[in-house]
């Protein structure tokens, strides 16, 4: 069975920093873009941010210049260091991976269970 274990959210002041961990385990052949994702009630979950394997990125502008990902491709984990946070960066934030788990040939998308960011003061 795959899961993907999210950690790291919290309560933080505006301007202050945060790192979200995710680490997608189980009986996993491969994994091909990973990224984190959030949403807020009411609206509809958004992109924050994506890798590739090979270490290729994309960002939402609202995050750009202040969030980056980055991956661990032998321990499966992706991380999300988000600093100059603000409260519009208030959400659930979950972690997504497109992988081939053990005894399947295809590529599925999985989610995390999500881990609450709350920015204020």
């Known amino acids: 069975q795959v899961q993907l274990v999210e950690s790291g959210g919290g309560l933080v002041q505006p301007g202050g920093s945060l790192r979200l961990s995710c680490a997608a385990t189980?009986?996993?052949?491969?994994?091909?873009?990973m990224g984190w994702y959030r949403q807020v009630p009411g609206k509809t979950r958004e992109l924050v941010a994506t890798i590739t394997r090979s270490g290729s990125t994309t960002y939402a502008d609202s995050v750009k210049g202040r969030f980056t990902i980055s991956r661990d491709n032998a321990k499966n984990t992706v991380y999300l260091q988000m600093n100059s946070l603000k409260p519009e960066d208030t959400a659930v934030y979950y972690c997504?991976?497109?992988?081939?788990?053990?005894?399947?040939?295809?590529?599925?998308?999985?989610w995390g269970q999500g881990t609450q960011v709350t920015v204020s003061s």
């Open positions: 997504n991976a497109v992988l081939i788990r053990s005894g399947s040939y295809r590529w599925d998308n999985y």
């Open positions: 189980g009986s996993i052949v491969s994994i091909d873009d």
